[in-house]
């Protein structure tokens, strides 16, 4: 299995572009999530999403949008990027909320918006 | 406001030396608490911790909660220059989980 899968791994951004980091994962999780992690920060929620069609707000959703339209894909977008979005992001999938085994991690997109 | 703090911040050790991490947390609706290491890629799992008092083991990392007092350890014993990561600590409440600013260790040779 491949896990959670996301793309791009780097990508440089100029300042009111736009783009979206995909997400995926094979292992038939409801639930998936993107954290965003600054340098000497925890992760922070941006959004999360319980199951196909549906998804809520997290810590820091401005700026952000998201949409779940089948299980596998979980696509974070990015209308108009501001040099506060640089930093490295992080999908992550559980079967549950409880997710008893805690998430499985994808390795991370690092964004730089200049 | 659901809060989570781990201490200390960072932690420089020698190889053999043994330490604990320690993680508080303030979240409604509490469900369990997970533990993390993070190297320089996506964290990976460690611990999942419900019950109070209960001790969980793997190899010389150990960990433990509170629930009456909100807090959680990670104790590492021997610990070797792999252990170097950042450590931490997620408390869930069910849809989601709170990570705290993570506690960085560093083992010298």
Redesign the interface.
Known sequence: NAGVTQTPKFRILKIGQSMTLQCAQDMNHNYMYWYRQDPGMGLKLIYYSVGAGITDKGEVPNGYNVSRSTTEDFPLRLELAAPSQTSVYFCASSYSGHADYGYTFGSGTRLTVV | EDK?V?SPLSLVVHEGDTVTLNCSYEVTNF??L?W?KQEK?????LF?LTSSGIEKKSGRLSSILDKKELFSILNITATQTGDSAIY?C?P?T?????????TSLTVIP
């Open positions: 989570v781990q469900r369990s997970l993390y890629k996506a964290p990976t799992f999942m931490l997620a869930n069910g849809n989601q989980f709170y990570f705290g600013t993570g």
